[in-house]
Nanobody, 123 residues
């Protein structure tokens, strides 16, 4: 059964760091571009970062570029999101997603989703 499972969320103060991990099962991980999305209360789900299935290209939302780093380990079927210098506006539920193809900004283009994990950044 294809599934994604996130881990590593939690609560930090502004300026702190967290690393989210997502482990895939039941898919040929190397065929999938992997994205991180987030959704804050009352807001739409938005793209955060994406890494191409070949691992040679990464994309970031402007507001996180330079603070977040996405990486993948195909041998372990995992994708990570390292988050540094976190801000209160980064508070959201973060979702890992997989797409059989190139990265896309639109979450509707992703076929497989994790259950989401909470990240809370206090002032």
């Amino acid at each position: 059964q294809a599934q994604l499972m996130e881990s590593g969320g939690g609560s930090v103060q502004a300026g702190g760091s967290l690393t989210l991990s997502c482990t895939a099962a039941g898919i040929r991980f190397g065929d999938y571009s992997m994205g991180w999305f987030r959704q804050a209360p009352g807001k739409e789900r938005e793209d955060v970062a994406c890494i191409h299935y070949a691992g040679d290209s990464t994309y970031y939302r402007d507001r996180v570029r330079g603070r977040f780093t996405i990486s993948r380990d195909d041998a372990k079927s995992t994708v990570q999101l390292q988050m540094r210098n976190l801000k209160p506006e980064d508070t959201a539920i973060y979702y890992c997603a997989a797409r059989d193809g190139i990265c896309q900004y639109n979450p509707a283009r992703f076929e497989l989703w994790g259950q989401g994990i909470q990240v809370t950044v206090s002032p």
